[in-house]
């Protein structure tokens, strides 16, 4: 029997209605979203975000690197709290639903909560984690980085984009740098619902992906030097073609990822070519690859292959070359009681699920290594994210968040 009770469900409607009402903010060009950390589009959807939560009767906690923590008390005051987080950042070409569900989803347990009267021991907090897609700051899920001292304030507050903006300064200029402590707070539990961003869901048919992992991730940049030279007059022997150096490096990584198929992927989504002009033999190039696997020595072998295959080639064609791992997580194993409330949630509710492994990167990768963590997938239309076409339905919004709403419930302990 659910503490929260099978039949008790969150209002799908009402979720919905807030993903496309924040979704009107930092609008993309093609119906998805371009809301990108710390510029006054995610100004103005914190705002709002934070206006909804107040109006549930939850106070703002916010944080040196502008997480913010929004709480519903507890019975007891000094348990340590129960987390809701995801991210209200997009990406450039965002959809409406990566990162938003999860948070939005975690306001509308509080709101169910409210409308049931119904009382937990443990505090509830909703977050909202900044910069986890990490474009416009690189690296990705920055801030519970930070959180998780993973990567210091410091070097977080100096990372400049491609204006020469300074993280630091930007979140002070938007005002949403608070003063609480980064990562002082105690955690009960942390759990996250994001969309799949992948196709096996979809596939499979199923309402719940149980996430029981995330794969690994190792980001590496390359910096190739050759020649700026004229694309018509410079003989082809004469060429120190650094665009050139970077085609072959992007097959070979293609190569290696494919190598060890089903479970090793391997691209290049960031690309700079200088002089970047159509009648310029490129001089430099700057990529960064991004590797992930499940498996940490699949990374490992995936990352040497890189750094001796890339060596060769610039070395056969009299490039320079530099590579620096610039970012990276080994592979996460969630916390079994939280995954399990997770897939009892799911079992009582009578939503078909399945165990998954996570494909992308999440706050709740850093955040699992300081308190039991884990993830509910829903699935997405054609598996797409990163593009503004992502799609879900509303009834995978509603069956997603019935399940947070139930796996949180459970662990913060209902009262009554
Ligand atoms: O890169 C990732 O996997 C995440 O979307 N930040
Ligand atoms: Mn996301
Ligand atoms: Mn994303």
């Not at 938007?174 to 980064?182: D, N, P, Q, T, Y």
């Not at 320079?320 to 409330?341: H, I, N, R, W, Y």
């Amino acid at each position: 029997m659910s503490a929260a009770g099978e039949n008790l469900r969150i209002n799908g409607d009402r979720l919905w209605d807030s993903i496309h009402e924040l979704a009107e903010i930092g609008p993309g060009i093609a119906g998805g979203n371009n809301r990108q950390t710390l510029t006054d589009e995610d100004s103005e959807g914190r705002h709002l975000f934070k206006k909804w939560c107040e109006a549930a009767g939850m106070t703002m906690g916010l944080d040196q690197m502008g997480n913010m923590f929004m709480q519903r008390e507890g019975s007891d005051p000094d348990a340590s709290p129960v987390y809701i987080g995801s991210h209200l950042d997009t990406q450039p070409t965002g959809g409406r639903y990566d990162g938003i569900l999860g948070v939005l989803a975690g306001l509308e347990v509080v709101r169910t909560l409210n409308d049931l009267d119904i009382k937990t021991k443990h505090p509830i907090v909703v977050t909202n984690w900044t910069n986890e897609e990490g474009t416009r700051y690189a690296p990705a899920m920055l801030s519970s980085g930070v959180f998780a001292k993973m990567h210091t304030q410091e070097w977080a507050y100096d990372i400049e984009d491609a204006e020469g903006k300074k993280f630091g300064d930007e979140l002070k200029r938007i005002g949403w740098r608070g003063e609480e402590e980064v990562g002082a707070r105690k955690m009960h539990a942390m759990f996250e619902l994001h969309i799949e961003q992948g196709p096996i869901l979809e596939a499979e048919n199923k309402d719940i992906g149980v996430v029981t992992h995330g794969q690994g991730l190792s980001w590496t940049q390359l910096t190739i030097t050759g020649k700026d030279s004229h694309t018509g007059s410079t003989p082809m022997p004469m060429r120190k073609n650094a665009g050139l150096g970077m085609a072959r490096i992007l097959e070979l990584v293609d190569e290696i990822a494919w190598s060890h198929k089903p479970n090793a992927v391997g691209a290049a989504g960031h690309i700079d070519v200088y002089p970047n002009s159509r009648n310029v033999i490129p001089g430099k190039v700057v990529f960064t690859v991004d590797l992930r696997s499940p498996t940490l020595a699949t990374i490992e072998d995936m990352e040497a292959r890189l750094a001796v295959g890339a060596k060769k080639i610039c070395d056969d064609m009299g490039l320079g070359l530099e590579m620096e791992k610039v970012g990276g997580f080994d592979p996460v194993t969630f916390d079994e009681g939280c995954v399990s409330a997770v897939r009892n949630a799911a079992e009582r509710l009578g939503y078909s699920h399945m165990n998954i492994i996570s494909g992308a990167g999440h706050d709740a990768c850093w955040i699992n290594r300081l308190a039991p963590t884990a993830m509910i997938m829903c699935p997405c239309v054609d598996g797409l994210s990163h593009n503004e076409a992502e799609d879900i339905s509303k009834e995978w919004s509603t069956a997603g968040a019935d399940v947070l709403f139930h796996a949180v419930v459970e662990t913060a302990q209902i009262i009554k």
